[in-house]
């Protein structure tokens, strides 16, 4: 017998009935012959509801006020999860936060685990219990309500899970597991049977919006096997995460995402002398903006060009710092482009396989897709395109690294794809 935990999002516990099913698979896997704990997010749009009642009380609340409200979303579901459980004839008990001793750090609104009490935990369970905990929250050292950052349930399932050395950490969702990709983009994409946790930290990292980052993170750092399971096909094993060391690889390419989300920065006719680059990107970084992209070409007259990409909202600022800069570096011309995606494949197995970027790059072209910069890392490739040609790279890219199966993906809800 070991212990599971499990957690469900907002829209599969949206309703009365909702919340039943939950309760279903949470008794099946009781019967299982498992301990449970099961972390639950908020009802349905809860969250943002909340939100949204603060802003029309007033434009500015206070962050510690925000935790406040926000934290009584999850207090809801726990219990009506524990009653609905009860009312199947098992025992459960509903924790918050505070209850359960989740202790994070003294930041409001983003704040991060740092340790968990389980003896509490450890005696309901030998008491019999079915534990539903709720998500997203913890308390400080002073007994301060914080909350982990939206999507923060997920990292508090996967910490439960290691502190009390769960054998499996289960996230349901909407769909039936990891994609290689967007399915609304690639209806036929393969579903991964296995992953690693640094092929699914780079693919979120590049624009997939699967599982809450820090959750990854925290899975790995602890070696918590992951799994991405769907909540109406109990019966789907989903996709399992775990790690690079424990996986047969057979394929270079994991995932291809992409993220339209930045923006291109370009400064023409820069003097080619020491120095240039440190002061343009050390001002940037005083600036507290990162850079992501960077390209620098020598032209034939002795000059060099810059180009790089930033976040869209970190652009005003990167122009303001670049104008302020502009004379002591002695740039010609800025130029912005707006309309770019930065696509990229991520995969393990291209580690010691030659010649996956030729064959990202010769797809690309045999589709008329002009690429504006690349970078690479040990997993991952990126190639920046214009952004109406994004989806049509995703396509190729799909198809040349062999991500297509012969099923439709089913897509229902929220959608936690790469
Ligand atoms: N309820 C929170 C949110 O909507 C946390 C979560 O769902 O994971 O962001
Ligand atoms: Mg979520």
Redesign the pocket.
């Known amino acids: 017998m070991g212990i599971i935990v499990q957690k469900f999002?907002?829209t599969s516990v949206a309703d009365p009935q909702k919340i039943h099913n939950v309760a279903n698979a949470v008794i099946r896997e009781k019967e299982n012959g498992n301990d449970v704990i099961v972390v639950v997010?908020?009802m349905g749009?809860?969250?943002?509801y909340l939100i949204k009642l603060a802003k029309d009380v007033t434009l500015t609340p206070d962050s510690r006020e925000m935790d406040m409200l926000?934290s009584t979303?999850?207090q809801v579901s726990i219990a009506l999860l524990a009653m609905a459980i009860q009312s199947h004839g098992y025992k459960a008990i509903s924790m918050n936060g505070q209850q359960v001793g989740i202790i994070t750090e003294n930041i409001h609104s983003k704040a991060r685990i740092v340790d968990i009490k389980t003896d509490k935990l450890q005696k309901h369970l030998k008491e019999g219990n079915i534990i539903v905990v709720a998500?997203?929250q913890g308390v400080t050292t002073d007994g301060e309500i914080t909350?982990?950052?939206?999507?923060?349930?997920?990292?508090?399932a996967v910490a439960i899970a290691a502190a009390m050395k769960a054998d499996r950490c289960d996230i349901y969702t909407d769909v039936e597991g990891v994609y290689a990709t967007d399915p609304r983009i690639v209806p036929n994409v393969q579903r991964a049977e296995v992953i690693s946790y640094e092929e699914m930290l780079e693919l979120a990292r590049v624009g997939a919006n699967v599982l809450?980052p820090r959750s990854v993170e925290t899975a790995k750092q602890f070696n918590v096997p992951l799994r991405v399971r769907s909540s109406f096909k109990l019966d789907n094993m989903g996709t399992l995460i775990i790690g690079v060391e424990k996986m047969e690889i057979y394929k270079p390419v994991a995932g291809v995402a992409a993220d339209s989300s930045q923006v291109r920065i370009l400064l023409s006719n820069l003097p080619d002398i020491p120095g240039t680059a440190a002061k343009l990107f050390g001002a940037l970084a005083k600036n507290n903006i990162s850079v992501d992209m960077i390209i620098q070409s020598l032209a034939s007259n002795g000059t060099n060009s810059i180009a790089f990409t930033v976040d869209a909202e970190d652009l005003d600022a990167a122009l303001k710092t670049l104008n302020d800069e502009k004379s002591s570096v002695r740039a010609a011309e800025i130029l912005i482009d707006k309309d770019i995606a930065k696509v990229s494949i991520v995969g393990a197995g291209m580690v010691d396989r030659p010649g996956i970027a030729a064959d990202m790059f010769r797809a690309l072209a045999e589709k008329n897709i002009n690429i504006k910069m690349i970078s690479t890392s040990e997993i991952k490739i990126s190639c920046l395109v214009d952004k109406n040609n994004a989806n049509e790279a995703i396509k190729a890219l799909c198809k040349e690294f062999g991500l297509e199966s012969t099923e439709i993906a089913e897509v229902k809800g929220d959608l936690p794809n790469v």
């Open positions: 999002g907002g997010s908020a749009h809860t969250t943002d926000l979303g999850e998500g997203f909350t982990l950052g939206r999507g923060g349930s997920d990292t508090s809450h």
